[in-house]
C-alpha cells in the first residue's frame, strides 16, 4: 500500500510541474507576440514618418525570375503556427527570410496528419479545403474547410514541383501529402502524381511516432485513447474550452484548427460541450481524428503501412538528440544548460522509458533501448527515416558534401546534437548553428536538388552579369 502511495504521489508530483511548465512557457510565447505587436504598433504611431511619393521603378526581370523558382515550403509542427498568426512571430525563427521563394502555410496546430495535409494542399493551390467524403463521416466532422480565394502556388504542378521542409510532425504531413498526390486523391485534380514533390527536408521529422506520446497520456495498448489523469487530458479540456467559448479575435490570433468540429458554443450549446467533454464528439472521440494518435508508434505504423519513398524525390533527414550514454550504459540527458527549460523532464523520462511487458509490443523486433535517445519530444531512431513497418532505403552522413551529387528515391540523414526546439521560435538559442542548418538546407534545394537544369536565384544572375561585363 505504501509503494503504490508514493509511485501515485510521484506521479502527481510530475504531473503538476509538467502542466505548469508547458501552461507557461504557451503563455510565454502568446504573451510575447502580442508585446511584440503591441511594441510594433505604439512605434509606429509615434515615429511615423511623414508622407512622401515616392515613383520607383519595378524591375519586371526580378520579380520573373523569383516567381520562376519552385517554392520552399516551410511546414510546422505540432503547436505550430504559420504566416499571419501570433502576430510576427515566426515558428521558424525567420528562416524563411533567408531565401526570395518561401511560403509558411498555417495549418491546424493539433488536427490530424490527414486533415492538414488535405489543408495544405488547398492552401497552395487555391479553393475550399476538401477532407474527403468517406474520411468526414468516419470522423463526425463538416466534409469542408477553409476557402482560400487565391492559392499561393496556383501552377504547382509536376512541370512546376515544390520543396517541402517539414519540423516534427510537418514532415509525417508532407509524406501523407505525396502519397495523396500519387494516388490522385483530390477531386477535380485528376492529373496530381508523386513528382509534385520535389524535395522533403525533414528537421526533427516524427517519421516513425515517439514514445513521448505514452508518457504525456496516450494508452500504449491501443496508441490512440487517452489515460484518465495525464498532460493530454489537460490539453484536452484546455483546447475544448477554447473552441467552445469561440473569441473571434482570439481565434484569429491563434486557433487549434479544429472549425470544421463545429465545437463552438454557437452551434453546440452545454449539451454539446458536455458530449465533447465526455468525448461523444469531436475530434478527442473515439475516431482519434487529431495529430497525437497519428505520432504514437501504432499510430505512425498505421500511416506509414501505406506511405511511400518515390524514386523522383529527393529526401534528407536531420535527426536531433539530446542523450548520451554514461560508462557506456544507461541514456540519459547530455546535460542540462543546452536543453530547453520546456524538455528537460521529457528527455529524462523518455530515455528510460520501457514499453509495458504486460501487453504486445508495438511492431517484432522492438527494443526499448533503441528508443532512448531523444530530443525532448521525439526518439533519434523516429526521425532518421521511415523505418517501421518497413525500413526504407537510407544513407547516414558526416557531413551535407558527403551526399553529394544527390541521389532521389534515398533518404539521407545525419544526427545533430540538439533538442526538438533548437531550431524554431527562438535564433538566438541554436547560435551559430542555426544558419549553419537552414543556410545548408536552402543551398541543397537551389544548386543541389533539381530534375532539369539548376535554377539561378536573381541576385546571383546579376552577379553574374556584372562579372562578365567586368571581364
Known amino acids: 500500500m505504501i509503494p503504490w502511495l508514493m509511485v501515485s504521489a510521484i506521479q502527481v508530483a510530475e504531473l503538476s510541474v509538467s502542466s505548469v511548465v508547458h501552461i507557461f512557457y504557451g503563455l510565454y510565447i502568446f504573451s510575447s507576440a502580442v508585446a511584440g505587436d503591441l511594441t510594433q504598433s505604439l512605434s509606429e504611431s509615434i515615429f511615423k514618418p511623414k508622407a512622401t511619393i515616392e515613383v520607383r521603378q519595378i524591375d519586371q526581370e526580378k520579380t520573373k525570375d523569383v516567381n520562376d523558382l519552385p517554392p520552399i515550403v516551410l511546414v510546422h509542427g505540432i503547436f505550430g503556427f504559420g504566416k499571419g498568426r501570433l502576430g510576427g512571430l515566426s515558428y521558424f525563427a525567420g528562416a524563411e527570410k533567408k531565401d526570395e521563394r518561401v511560403l509558411v502555410p498555417d495549418l491546424g496546430s493539433l488536427t490530424s496528419v490527414h486533415d492538414r495535409a488535405r489543408e495544405l494542399f488547398y492552401y497552395l493551390k487555391g479553393g ?13 466532422h463538416s466534409q469542408f474547410g477553409r476557402f482560400y480565394e487565391k492559392g499561393e502556388y496556383q501552377e504547382w504542378d509536376e512541370d512546376h514541383p515544390i520543396h517541402f521542409v517539414g519540423h516534427s510532425a510537418g514532415a509525417q504531413v508532407v509524406r501523407v501529402l505525396q502519397q495523396m498526390l500519387a494516388d490522385k486523391m483530390f477531386e477535380g485534380y485528376e492529373n496530381t502524381n508523386e513528382n509534385w514533390v520535389l524535395s522533403l527536408t525533414s528537421l526533427s521529422g516524427a517519421l516513425n511516432g515517439t514514445t513521448r506520446t505514452y508518457i504525456d497520456g496516450i494508452q500504449p495498448e491501443d496508441g490512440k485513447s487517452l489515460k484518465p ?34 465545437m463552438s458554443r454557437k452551434k453546440t450549446g452545454v449539451r454539446g460541450l458536455v458530449d465533447l467533454l465526455l468525448g461523444n464528439a469531436g475530434p478527442f472521440a473515439a475516431s482519434g481524428d487529431w495529430i497525437l494518435p497519428d505520432l504514437s508508434i501504432q499510430g505512425s505504423m ?3 503501412a501505406r506511405l511511400q519513398t518515390f524514386p523522383n524525390t529527393f529526401y534528407f533527414s536531420y535527426a536531433t538528440k ?18 530547453h527549460p520546456l524538455l528537460f523532464i521529457r528527455v529524462l523520462q523518455m530515455s528510460q522509458w ?6 504486445p509490443l508495438p511492431y517484432k523486433g522492438y527494443r526499448d533501448e533503441d528508443w532512448q535517445d531523444n530530443d525532448g ?20 552522413l558526416r557531413s551535407d558534401s558527403d551526399c553529394l551529387p544527390l541521389l532521389p528515391g534515398i533518404w539521407y540523414y545525419k544526427i545533430v546534437e ?18 549553419l542548418i537552414y543556410d545548408s538546407i536552402f543551398e541543397r534545394c537551389r544548386k543541389h536538388v533539381f530534375r532539369k537544369a539548376p535554377q539561378t536565384l536573381p541576385n546571383e544572375a546579376q552577379h553574374h552579369e556584372r562579372g562578365d561585363q567586368e571581364e
Not at 519530444?377 to 547516414?396: D, F, G, Y
Request: hydrophobic share 40%; with cysteine; proline share 4%.
Open 354 to 359: 520501457q514499453f509495458p511487458r504486460d501487453i
Open 229 to 262: 489523469i495525464s498532460l493530454l487530458q489537460i490539453c484536452k479540456l484546455g483546447v475544448i474550452m477554447y473552441d467552445w467559448i469561440d473569441i473571434p479575435w482570439l481565434k484569429s490570433y491563434y486557433n487549434f484548427g479544429f472549425d470544421h468540429f463545429n
Open 302 to 304: 498505421k500511416l506509414n
Open 322 to 339: 539530446r542523450t548520451t550514454k554514461r560508462l557506456g550504459m544507461m541514456t540519459v540527458p547530455s546535460g542540462v544548460m543546452g536543453i
Open 377 to 396: 519530444a521525439l526518439n533519434t531512431i523516429s526521425m532518421t527515416h521511415p523505418r517501421i513497418p518497413v525500413e526504407h532505403s537510407s544513407l547516414i
Open 418 to 435: 540538439a533538442d526538438h526546439v533548437m531550431f524554431i521560435i527562438n535564433r538566438e538559442r541554436a547560435g551559430v548553428e542555426f544558419d
Open 128 to 140: 475550399l479545403v476538401d477532407y474527403g467524403e468517406e474520411h468526414s463521416k468516419a470522423c463526425g
